[in-house]
Every structure is written in structure tokens, then in C-alpha cells.
């Protein structure tokens, strides 16, 4: 695929599975950074800024898909942007043996293409049929280290006559070095995309797969039930549970989700409230005390949880990020992580919520050990 057919691409990935918002957050951000400009400006002209005056009463999809068609740099924005986004769902891995002169070595013969080389032109696309896979790597920082996999999804719309739509869909693996962490992101697809139910795990697994051919590494899921169970009992803390699916020691299932206000979960989270405000009563009951808490604690104990939603609250409501935990997704071993918030949401929120969980792990392991 040369340069040409690579933008036809992106343009199409722009036109079927890009958001009004992104659309919207991306040309303000070209237009800040000079990349384009709506107004005569001859020192932008000069400096290859894409003038989109013509285009200005246009969908923000058709201006996009022209400052692409017109400049490499504004293609190179997209590619950066691609690194730094938010994405829908992720799982999480612990590394061992990943070594760093491998992958210079790798860099070097161009089964890895570097970002932030010079030598850097754009991202190359594979699909099912590729006999050579090359992801694109970008340093964020010495902590964190992200490749990018470039798939090329082919999909037919339900249309009549021309219905074929070929997008680029991108697939993160983000290094956390200093926790020997990897975390596999991907982002939610429209269903002319995707061939079946199992698809997002498959993106999953082979990710999985060519990290472990490729870096002779090993990537063991996390088991998160211990952590998030751990977390979600914490009292005075910036983290709430709003949702849970229990199924209960008798068969039955209970699906809880918190109210409008945010507080807390209704049942088992109505109880516990009732009895921290209603405190001195229940001192003089504490039979009836004891029985609520044993009731509740046995509830919480033997019931199974096939996911759990976590919200880290934010003074501005609209800014707190929920993430639904379902455990042995696909009768994997590992948990499925998916993000609800704004879809110009940056990576730095879905970082924070990764070491958060991670750091709360190494917590409740050293209080299991042995001499905890």
C-alpha cells in the first residue's frame, strides 16, 4: 500500500467509524497547532498549512478528509493521535523477559518501524492475509512505551450497488516498564466490521500471540477479582461501585446499579447506609445489627461476580470515569476493562486507572502472604 492508498484509507476510516466529536476536537486542534488555517495567511501558506476556506461551510468529516488528502503532516497528527487516545476496552497482562536489545534489533532490520525516527513515514496496515506484521513504536516517556498494530478491517454495508468499506483500525500495546505491565487497548467497532461476537478477543490474542513470538516474552493475565474486590471495599475514597452483577448462592441473579445520585448501590449499598446513619439506634439493637451485617457480609462472601462497575468520581461529574470489570471474559483468564466517558477522553485517564488497580494488587498480595 503506497502513501496514496494509505490516505484513501484513513479517509475512509474518517467517513465510517470516526465520531462528529472526534472530527470536531481533531481540525481545532490542526487549526491550533497550524497544521490548516479558514482565513488568507500567507505565512501559513508558506509554511504548507492547509487552507480550508473553501471548505469551511462543510461536514467536519469532509474538511478532515481533505486537510488529509492535502498534507502529510496533518496525517502524521492523526497517526500521533491514534497513541495518545482514549480507547473502549483493555486487559491487562504482567510481563517477563522482554528485552530492550531485541527490539532496537528489530527497529533496525524494519520488523518494527520507530515514530519518532526520521526515517518515519507512516504506519503499514495488515490484515488476516499478511505474511509480515510491522506495529509502530512511540515513546511516551521511561515509563511508558506503546505499539501501535495497524489493522486493515474490510467490511460490507447494507447497501446496494458499491457497499465495500476498508478502514484502519488500531490496536495498543502499552508497556508500563516501571510495573511490568502490559495493557492491550482496542476500540469499539460498527457490526458491518466485525464478523461475529468473538472478535474483540481475537484482537486480544493476537496481540498476545506476536508479543510473545516476536519480543520472546511471556504474558500472564492478572487475576483482578482479589484487587477489585479489594477496592470496592474501601471507605472514604475517591472510587465508588456502581454496578455489579451477583449471582447469588441459590441460583438467582441480582443486578445492581446505582441511582442518580451516584452514592452508592442500592440493596446491599441502601443497608450499609441505613445503618452508619442510623448508628445509635442500631446500638441498641445490636442483635438486629449483627444479623443486617452478617446478612450483608455472606451476601457480598458467596455470591459471584461476573462483573463489577467502578466509578473514579470527579469534581466535574462529566469528567468521572466508570469502567466496567466483567471477569474470564470469553472464558479467558483474564478480565475485560471497558471505559465509559467522553470520546475525546485522552490515554491519561485510562493510565491512571491502570496503576491505580495495579498498585491496589501489590497491596492486597503482600497482605496475603504468608508474613503480610
Known amino acids: 500500500m503506497d502513501k496514496s492508498e494509505y490516505k484513501a484509507c484513513l479517509q475512509d476510516t474518517i467517513k465510517e467509524a470516526s465520531t462528529k466529536t472526534f472530527c470536531s476536537s481533531m481540525l481545532k486542534s490542526l487549526e491550533q497547532s497550524g497544521f490548516i488555517h ?8 508558506q509554511d504548507e498549512s492547509v487552507d480550508l476556506t473553501a471548505f469551511k461551510t462543510e461536514s467536519d468529516i469532509v474538511q478532515l478528509c481533505e486537510a488529509i488528502d492535502k498534507s502529510d503532516k496533518v496525517v502524521r497528527e492523526i497517526e500521533e493521535n ?23 534489533s528489530m527497529i533496525k532490520k524494519g520488523e518494527l518501524q520507530d515514530f519518532q525516527s526520521d526515517s518515519f513515514t507512516f504506519d ?10 510491522v506495529p509502530t513504536r512511540y515513546k511516551v516517556d521511561d515509563k511508558v512505551t506503546i505499539y501501535k498494530f495497524n489493522r486493515l478491517l474490510t467490511g460490507f454495508l447494507p447497501i446496494d450497488g458499491d457497499n465495500k468499506r476498508e478502514i484502519k483500525y488500531p490496536i495498543l500495546a502499552v508497556f508500563f516498564n516501571d510495573l511490568n505491565i502490559v495493557e492491550i487497548r482496542i ?8 464478523r461475529d461476537e468473538y472478535f474483540y478477543v481475537r484482537q486480544f490474542d493476537f496481540v498476545v500471540e506476536w508479543l510473545q513470538t516476536n519480543f520472546a516474552c511471556q504474558l500472564n493475565p492478572i487475576d483482578l477479582t482479589t484487587a477489585i474486590d479489594h477496592i470496592s471495599k474501601l471507605e472514604e475514597t475517591d472510587v465508588i461501585v456502581s454496578g455489579q452483577l451477583m449471582n447469588l448462592r441459590n441460583g438467582a441473579k441480582a443486578q445492581l446499579e446505582v441511582g442518580n445520585n451516584d452514592d452508592y448501590l442500592p440493596l446491599l449499598g441502601e443497608l450499609k447506609e441505613l445503618i452508619k446513619t442510623n448508628a445509635e439506634l442500631f446500638d441498641k439493637s445490636p442483635e438486629i445489627k449483627e444479623m443486617l451485617d452478617t446478612f450483608i457480609l455472606e451476601t457480598e462472601e458467596t455470591s459471584d461476580l461476573p462483573w ?11 469528567k468521572a470515569t466508570k469502567v466496567k470489570f466483567s471477569f474470564n471474559y470469553m ?7 471497558q471505559y465509559y ?32
Open 38 to 45: 479558514y482565513v488568507d495567511n500567507l505565512l501559513a501558506e
Open 82 to 104: 491514534e497513541f495518545l487516545s482514549a480507547y473502549k476496552y483493555s486487559v491487562l497482562f504482567e510481563i517477563d523477559g522482554s528485552k530492550e536489545d531485541l527490539i532496537e
Open 124 to 133: 503499514l496496515l495488515f490484515n488476516d492475509a499478511s505474511n509480515t506484521i
Open 187 to 194: 476500540g469499539k467497532i460498527k457490526s458491518f466490521l466485525r
Open 308 to 318: 463489577i462497575s467502578l466509578t473514579w468520581i470527579n469534581e466535574t461529574k462529566s
Open 331 to 337: 472464558n479467558r483468564e483474564y478480565s475485560l476493562l
Open 341 to 372: 466517558y467522553s470520546s475525546n477522553t485522552e490515554m491519561g485517564r485510562m493510565n491512571d486507572v491502570t496503576r491505580y488497580i495495579i498498585e491496589s494488587k501489590t497491596q492486597v498480595d503482600q497482605q496475603l502472604q504468608p508474613n503480610g
